[in-house]
Every structure is written in structure tokens, then in C-alpha cells.
T-cell receptor
């Protein structure tokens, strides 16, 4: 299995531009999570989906952030417009059925720099 | 509400010595507990978990952790540290009920000196 795939791995953009981060979860997993990691705030959960439905988006910082999961094999996190304070590493993780077998597996992350 | 605490920002240990990285948690119901490791410029890698069963859990790379319900702790241990174990370690917990999200600690940096 290829694991969780994220693209791009690195993104440099200018303030005000739209940024789209992409994630392909592990095949067969039915939950997907978006996290943000910074030195100041550590690892933060932004939003998570179960069976393609958003369950908890309370971690999304503001309306500039949006996430979609149109099908079981693809999700996007969009920032529009981007700001320098959005600079961080964004991780996607996926998980199989909740319960005894559950484990979240993380992708390699997208390192975002907003100038 | 769920919470997890990693009281040490950094743990220093000499190679070959045993290591312990501490974690305590708080949940309303039964806990699901996890340890992850993060190497520089990499994603988090799963090490081990406690869901149910034996309190001593063995995981990847020789790591183990002991679930202690009375002390609400889940400390990560290894009998003999390697320099390559140097990394950032995260403890995480969620309540076993429903769709509760996984809550991560702030991380503990482990430095193993030669």
C-alpha cells in the first residue's frame, strides 16, 4: 500500500493567492483528517470526515479555510485568500473503521509558505 | 472533554540506557491511547496503541508502553536507547465512544547522545 498521499509536498505562494492542498487516503479507510502543525501551536486538528461527510470542523481557523471530500479517495483543503500566518505544515491522515482495529496513518505533509 | 499531557518538552538519555517518555490523559469513558514518532521533515509515524487487553503494549522499533488506569498514564519506554531514536514523540488519546476525535499532546523531544 502506498500510504496516504499528499500533494504538493511544498508550496510557496504570495499573500492573497488561493492555495489547494490535496490528499488521497489509504484505500478502504473511511475517515480522513486534516491537521496543521506549527512551532507555536503544535499539531491542530482542522477538520475530519467520516464516510465523506464532515463530522467536526471546529478547528478550521476561519472562513478562508474550506475542505471537501467528494469521494472516498480524494480530499482537498483550500485556503482563499492565503495569509502569511497560514504558513505551516499541513498533514492529512486516514483511518479505517473505528474500534479495536483503528489507527490513524499520516501522510508526509505539505509545507506551505505564504509570503 | 478529552486531554493529554506530556509534561516534558525534552528528554535526554545516553545511548544504551533505558528511556521513558511520559504521558497522562483524561477522558470521560474508556481511552484509546496512541504513540507516534516524528522525524525531521517527516509525517507522524504510528508506534503503538492501547485499545483493550493487556496493559503492556509492544510496538515498533522495540518500544513499549504501559497503560495504567489508576494513574491515567501511558508512558512510552524502551530498554536500550539508540541514537536513531532521537525524534519528536507524540501521545494521543480519544474517548472510545462515538466519533470523538484524537487529541494529541504537545510532543516530547527525545535526544539520545552517543
Amino acid at each position: 500500500d502506498a500510504g496516504v498521499i499528499q500533494s504538493p509536498r511544498h508550496e510557496v505562494t504570495e499573500m492573497g493567492q488561493e492555495v489547494t492542498l490535496r490528499c488521497k487516503p489509504i484505500s478502504g479507510h473511511n475517515s480522513l483528517f486534516w491537521y496543521r502543525q506549527t512551532m507555536m501551536r503544535g499539531l491542530e486538528l482542522l477538520i475530519y470526515f467520516n464516510n465523506n461527510v464532515p463530522i467536526d470542523d471546529s478547528g478550521m481557523p476561519e472562513d478562508r479555510f474550506s475542505a471537501k471530500m467528494p469521494n472516498a479517495s480524494f480530499s482537498t483543503l483550500k485556503i482563499q485568500p492565503s495569509e502569511p500566518r497560514d504558513s505551516a505544515v499541513y498533514f492529512c491522515a486516514s483511518r479505517g473503521l473505528a474500534g479495536v482495529q483503528e489507527t490513524q496513518y499520516f501522510g508526509p505533509g505539505t509545507r506551505l509558505l505564504v509570503l | 472533554a478529552q486531554s493529554v499531557a506530556q509534561p516534558e518538552d525534552q528528554v535526554n538519555v545516553a545511548e544504551g540506557n533505558p528511556l521513558t517518555v511520559k504521558c497522562t490523559y483524561s477522558v470521560s469513558g474508556n481511552p484509546y491511547l496512541f504513540w507516534y514518532v516524528q522525524y525531521p521533515n517527516r509525517g507522524l509515524q504510528f508506534l503503538l496503541k492501547y485499545i483493550t487487553g493487556d496493559n503492556l503494549v509492544k510496538g515498533s522499533y522495540g518500544f513499549e508502553a504501559e497503560f495504567n488506569k489508576s494513574q491515567t498514564s501511558f508512558h512510552l519506554k524502551k530498554p536500550s536507547a539508540l541514537v536513531s531514536d532521537s525524534a519528536l514523540y507524540f501521545c494521543a488519546v480519544r474517548d472510545a465512544r462515538g466519533f470523538q476525535k484524537l487529541v494529541f499532546g504537545t510532543g516530547t523531544r527525545l535526544l539520545v547522545s552517543p
